[in-house]
């Protein structure tokens, strides 16, 4: 068993500090039970489990500090590895940055990350969701290709600064993608979740089923700057790409966030005033942990606020030397959206472009932001409000910055998955004037 209970973990934790002879000591203690079923040609692949369980400990002198870790959880097994990570301190060198073990924190209750229905999911839950997915794509000739996988896990750190801290999650992850048989059209669809009961893998897969089948035979368009629709993952895509607001970075000169000759932009209108980004672990829809994994304690916080930068991103060791407050990188980040559904920005566009997502992101320059990419699994050409034909895809180069000043209209927030991962998002679709596309892709 890899999940232990709140007082299970405090026990464990408790007998590790008590082995310390070192001048700090910090441990974490993590569990995770996983299943999965992946699937591919419209038949399954692969299926199956695994769980894991380590103790990680850290152990201080000075500046200096030493790590080990272990699985097993007898008492001269853990004396063992609280003396290795010992020796090892000792040897190392003066880390210049270190920062001591914070004492204990005020967490503000504890965040809904965990679903027992999620917990409880079965190998027949999963292989159900796989038929719910191949059977209509066969039923539509269409191929089917997807991953599902679930977890239930916890966290727990304890220092010998009196602090501890547990935490307990589950998560599902789904994507599908459908590739029309004549090999012409393609369609995607996500869901990231804590709870599986807001999982339909049916209605899900019939979404990726139908922009497989719209987007066969797409045409080609001259590239340059038009008007997008961006549908909530393609919009979170761009928008993940400018949370990493890190403060050092800004003082130092390396971020979107320095000024020319020194500062930051914190306190500066960057975007359009309807822009509203802001953290909260306590979210419902977007839950996350309330403490960092050095027990920093999260709170609901505006990122960007009205358009304005609101707040930047200090770690300890940053903050003690700008002689600030620490404000932790956030779990997760939701932008307040309109009224507007896709289809309505759709019927408001006279002439062009619905994007479903983008993939193959990377940095063309950190300074202003640029980035370049593609769009990919359905890509769309409107006219007159109407989507007209399916289209090429496209390189794109933007920056998420310049299109958050060309906002048009802003969707309803939802749930949303990016290509890459990264920060839990919860992101409207949008509809932005003078996108930049550089060239055309042949791939589908």
Known sequence: MAIFSKE????????????????????????????????????????GENSNISLGINSFFGK?????????????SLEK???????????????????????????????????????????EYRAQAAADSIIPASAKDVTAAGYLEDSKGFNAIMNSAGL??????????FTVTMRSNDGTGSGWAARDLNDI??????????????????????????PGKYTVVLEASASADLIRLMLNMNARQADEGRSFLSKKGGGTKL???????????????????????????????????????????????????????????PIPFPGNAIMEGGNASLEDMIKDTKKGILVTRFWYIRPVDPQTLLYTGLTRDGTFY??????????????????????????????????????????????????????????????V
Request: glycine share 6%; hydrophobic share 35%; proline share 5%.
């Open 64 to 76: 200096k500090s030493g790590s080990a870790t272990i699985n097993e959880f007898d008492d001269a």
């Open 8 to 47: 299970e973990a405090k026990k464990i934790l408790e007998k590790v500090i008590g082995f310390s002879k070192a001048e700090g000591c910090s441990v974490s203690l993590n569990g995770s039970e996983r299943g999965n079923i992946r699937y591919a040609r419209n038949s399954v692949s692969t299926a």
């Open 267 to 325: 306190g500066e209108k960057l975007v359009d005033e309807r822009v509203n980004i802001y953290t909260d672990p306590w979210n419902d829809e977007l839950p996350t942990s309330p403490w960092t994994g050095d027990g920093q304690a999260r709170r609901k916080m505006d990122i960007i606020k009205n358009g304005v930068v609101s707040n930047l991103f200090y770690d300890r060791y940053w903050a003690s030397q700008k002689n600030v407050a």
């Open 382 to 443: 409107i006219e007159n409000g109407k989507i007209k034909h399916p289209i090429k895809n496209f390189r794109f180069n933007e920056s998420p910055i310049i299109m958050l000043n060309n906002l048009e209209t802003l969707g309803r927030p939802e749930r949303a998955v990016t290509s890459e991962g990264g920060t839990s998002l919860m992101i409207p679709s949008m509809k932005i004037r003078d996108f930049t596309f550089s060239s055309l892709s042949d791939a």
């Open 164 to 173: 501890f801290a547990y935490n307990k999650a589950t998560s599902v992850d």
């Open 81 to 123: 590895a609280v003396r290795r990570s010992e020796e090892l301190a000792q040897f190392s060198p003066e880390n210049p940055e270190f920062m001591p073990p914070l004492p204990q924190q005020t967490y503000g209750g504890e965040s809904k990350t965990y679903s027992e229905a999620t917990a409880k999911i079965t190998p």
């Open 197 to 222: 009961s807001k999982l339909n893998a049916a209605q899900t897969s019939k979404i990726a089923i139908d922009k497989a089948l719209m987007s066969r035979n797409a045409k080609a368009i001259e």
